[in-house]
């Protein structure tokens, strides 16, 4: 069976330092990855989208950046937190056909002090 | 990609069937409609998803308009478990999912 894996599930972190989320998925091959971001009491907000090894599609401007060194593996990154980066980070899979269901990791809740 | 409208919240009692509303009047033909529950501090949980016919699962059941430019997503019998925030989104082949803000559903006993 398919399993996603995401870490750290917290994370503090203060102002101007870097960023490592690292997510990985097991059990499949050739998966969509994503990466999205939920403010307190808000919805998610796609950031990143890939479809296969270095392909990545950003969806929203900011200090963050996303890589996929590896078919099942999707990292998050920033060289500079800012205090609005604070969230719930989530990183999902999906197969390749058109329509299918996304899969959600555990989070990383992430706080910018 | 379709956009959704959702209410912002509803509530149910306990045990009593529970119909969650969705409209997506801009759906294309091939787009698939989705839904998504997600419990505090926890990542959204997949819960069915549809073309054209109603479908059903152990979870729910999901009913698709005619015109597909509408469904609902019906809990049969709601627990105190089932609450939580439910997103509602339709997709194709394109890449990228984009979420609402979703229906609070609020389960009392």
């Known amino acids: 069976s398919q399993t996603i894996h995401q870490w750290p599930a917290t994370l503090v972190q203060p102002v101007g330092s870097p960023l490592s989320l690292e997510c990985t998925v097991e059990g499949t091959s050739n998966p969509n990855l994503y990466w999205y971001r939920q403010a307190a009491g808000r919805g998610l907000q796609l950031l990143f989208y890939?479809?296969?090894?270095?392909?990545i599609s950003s969806e929203v401007p900011q200090n963050l950046s996303a890589s996929r060194p590896q078919d099942r593996q999707f990292i998050l990154s920033s060289k500079k937190l800012l205090l609005s980066d604070s969230g719930f980070y989530l990183c999902?899979?999906?197969?390749?056909?058109?329509?299918?269901?996304?899969?959600f990791g555990n989070g990383t809740r992430l706080t910018v002090t | 990609d379709a956009k959704t409208t959702q209410p912002n919240s509803m509530e149910s009692n306990e045990e009593e069937p529970v119909h969650l509303p969705c409209n997506h009047s801009t759906i294309s033909g091939t787009d698939y409609i989705h839904w998504y529950r997600q419990l505090p501090s926890q990542g959204p949980e997949y819960v069915i998803h549809?073309?054209?016919s109603n479908v059903n699962n152990r979870m729910a059941s999901l009913a698709i308009a005619e015109d597909r430019k509408s469904s609902t997503l019906i809990l049969h019998r709601a627990t105190l478990r089932d609450a939580a925030v439910y997103y509602c989104i339709v997709y194709g082949t394109a890449s990228k999912l984009t979420f609402g803000t979703g229906t609070r559903l609020q389960v009392t006993l």
């Open positions: 549809g073309l054209t």
């Open positions: 890939s479809v296969g090894i270095g392909q």
């Open positions: 999902a899979w999906s197969v390749r056909q058109g329509g299918s269901p996304l899969h």
